[in-house]
């Protein structure tokens, strides 16, 4: 387990199950201490979002433009994306905003696949996930801030072929 420290306005609100992370899209993120327990080769990014605005970052450990010594899950435009070290790739299905909605995404050093609310949408190639000694961000990525809610947030150096968990109650 690793604990995150609330920075700018971060602070929590009702959310999905009990409370959640909201972030108003200025300043607000929460950071983690980076950990051997982040760095990962394969990862399974997972969690509940509700957006206010779409096009901002969920969660980042990476340095680098667009994620190109680590690893990253945001939105780009209406649209769920990975960046790693190889690139970046994004989802076929558009986002809503106003609406809870699980996303998940899982690398398995080769192929990423991308799932909402446990339906696997689709899966594109990506070459590898770097580590660097950066912290993990939630809600941020360089300047870049998120306008969302989340909840249940799940970072786990582990994948497979199916969704990860997906809790719905």
């Not at 990962?40 to 433009?65: D, E, F, M, Q």
């Not at 809600?139 to 719905?168: H, K, M, R, V």
Request: charged share 10%; hydrophobic share 35%; proline share 2%.
């Amino acid at each position: 387990n690793n604990s995150g420290t609330a920075n700018g306005n971060a602070t929590l609100a009702v959310g999905k199950f009990g409370q959640s992370g909201t972030f108003d899209g200025t300043d607000d993120y929460v950071s983690v201490t980076d950990s051997n327990s982040l760095d990962v080769t394969y990862v399974t990014l997972a969690g509940w979002i509700n957006a206010t605005a779409l096009g901002g970052a969920i969660v980042a450990k990476a340095t680098g433009a667009a994620g190109t010594d680590g690893y990253l899950m945001d939105t780009s435009g209406s649209k769920i994306r990975f960046c790693a070290t190889g690139g970046c790739v994004s989802s076929t299905t558009t986002l809503s905003t106003s609406a809870w909605q699980h996303i998940a995404v899982t690398f398995d050093g080769t192929t990423v696949r991308f799932y909402l609310n446990g339906v696997f949408v689709d899966n594109e190639n990506i070459v590898a996930a770097g580590n660097n000694i950066d912290n993990i961000y939630l809600g941020q990525f360089g300047p870049n801030t998120s306008n969302f809610y989340f909840d249940n947030l799940l970072i786990n150096n582990t994948t497979g072929s199916d969704e990860p968990a997906y809790p719905d109650d």
